[in-house]
């Protein structure tokens, strides 16, 4: 009898344990999967950072958003990506995010790409982001740092599709445009105003140089001459 | 002054190109169309048989940008 109680306390040692109860259900992290580079290779979520769309057939307009909407914005960055700070411009494009920096200040360009690329990797919105420059600043007094893209205006605008212009042949006719033509302009040129002479007359005489013609009037073909 | 001419359409080169400019409601993109007249072309052809050499061209008129899809002046920042 104790030999076999005995036995069935090394089966129930031997069993596996019973399964652990699953934990509180929480939200799932990023995937994200690195290449050999070191690249982070996850689809991408939703496209929180998608650029607002361009309203209007032609000509495209991009709104300017309110400050109301500009909050609205920042927020919905935020929630969706903690830990990131989200510069917005007025049309509520992404123009810059921020990260906090891990130490003191970063000084080689290794580290800030290390950072950024890492940043890419923990928050998938900021798949698409590339950056232009850096800047440093601060994030609830802590320092951080800020990547920065080109602005709106050189970044979105080029990619907008227009409908096609017009035909040069239809373009053209609707200026009106007009040549006048003239003879050379003739310049008066100041002439030089003879001093008392020996006869004490103070008469001028202009004569053209080529024709001696002496009713004239001084200009740059003329020349002027004494007659003292 | 010796005249006033007429530029025919053939001598204008039209370029088009894309205009951005912010407004107060935000920001608007259009393609525009500007002309340059080919003006050694039209004296040649035109001025110079008409009215001889020595003379001086002088354009009377500007060339305002169109939009180069409606084809309209382009209005000024509305």
């Known amino acids: 009898m104790t030999r076999t109680w005995l036995a069935l306390a090394l089966v129930a040692c031997a069993s596996p344990p019973p399964p652990a109860p699953k934990a509180a259900a929480r939200p799932l992290p990023v995937v994200v999967e690195r290449s050999d580079a070191g690249r982070c290779e996850a689809s991408r979520g939703d496209d929180v950072l998608a650029d607002p769309a361009v309203v209007g057939t032609y000509p495209k307009r991009i709104a300017r958003l309110d400050q109301a909407a500009l909050a609205a914005r920042r927020k919905e960055l935020g929630d969706r990506n903690p830990g990131v700070d989200f510069r917005v411009d007025v049309f509520g494009y992404v123009i810059a995010f921020g990260v906090p920096a891990p130490r003191g200040p970063l000084t080689t360009p290794a580290e800030i790409a290390q950072l950024e690329e890492d940043a890419k990797c923990a928050h998938a919105d900021l798949r698409g982001f590339v950056s232009k420059e850096t800047a440093v600043g601060k994030i609830a007094g802590a320092p951080a740092v800020y990547f920065m893209r080109a602005p709106t205006l050189e970044r979105v605008a080029p990619l907008i599709v227009l409908p096609a212009p017009m035909d040069s042949a239809l373009l053209a006719p609707k200026w009106k445009l007009t040549v006048e033509y003239a003879r050379e302009r003739v310049t008066i040129a100041p002439c030089e105003v003879a001093p008392l002479g020996a006869t004490g007359t103070r008469a001028i005489r202009f004569r053209r140089a080529s024709s001696r013609s002496r009713h004239a009037r001084c200009s740059e073909k003329w020349t002027c001459q004494r007659n003292i | ?78």
């Open chain 2, 1 to 78: 002054m010796l005249g006033k001419v007429d530029v025919p359409a053939k001598y204008l080169t039209v370029t088009v190109s894309r205009f951005t400019r912010q407004l107060p409601a935000g920001l608007e993109v259009r393609l525009m169309a500007t002309a340059v007249p080919d003006l050694a072309a039209f004296e040649r052809d035109v001025l110079v048989p008409r009215f001889g050499t020595g003379g001086q061209t002088e354009i009377a008129s500007d060339l305002p940008g169109l939009d180069a899809v409606t084809g309209e002046r382009l209005d000024q920042g509305k």
